[in-house]
């Protein structure tokens, strides 16, 4: 087990099982040192427990919550594209947050946190940091909540 993972252990944290695709593409891609990860939605094991759009049935804490969903699959999926070694991993490079969100619904940035506090709790402020884009959306895939993306840095 690496640094990353005991550190998701004391945070009360486990990776989910790495999510399936559900259309013609793969949850990670890797060309050198760089690893760029497929948008997980908000799943859990297969259940999807944040259905709906931001302002009408979700609080941000609750998109923080789905967001923080999302950085776990995106882990689980990091984890498979290091062979199974989360310390391969030397920063994250950018992520990409989609939030579904009625039109007037401005805290985006915020729920997207959900995602981006935990890669800097986890990697620290020099390597956890990240640039980033958040975005709010009419719809995704599976009616999610959130969607994230990211790109990684490993060795």
């Not at 997207?112 to 620290?124: K, R, Y």
Request: charge should be negative; aromatic fraction near 8%.
């Amino acid at each position: 087990m690496s640094d990353i993972e005991d550190r998701l252990a004391t945070l009360g944290l486990a990776l989910p099982a790495p999510p399936t695709p559900i259309a013609n593409f793969v949850p990670w891609r890797r060309s050198g040192n760089t690893v760029y990860l497929a948008g997980q939605v908000c799943e859990w094991n297969g259940s999807l427990p944040y259905v709906g759009k931001l302002g009408r049935e979700f609080t941000i804490e609750q998109g923080q919550q789905a967001a923080r969903l999302c950085a776990l699959n995106l882990l689980a999926c990091l984890k498979l594209a290091g062979d199974g070694d989360l310390g391969r991993v030397r920063r994250c490079l950018r992520v990409g947050g989609f939030v579904n969100c009625e039109p007037d619904f401005e805290f985006v940035p915020m729920v997207v946190n959900g995602a981006s506090d935990l890669f800097a709790g986890l990697w620290g402020d020099e390597c956890g940091r990240h640039a980033r884009t958040a975005i709010g959306v009419a719809s995704l895939p599976r009616r999610a909540a959130v969607e994230v993306d990211a790109i990684f840095e490993m060795d």
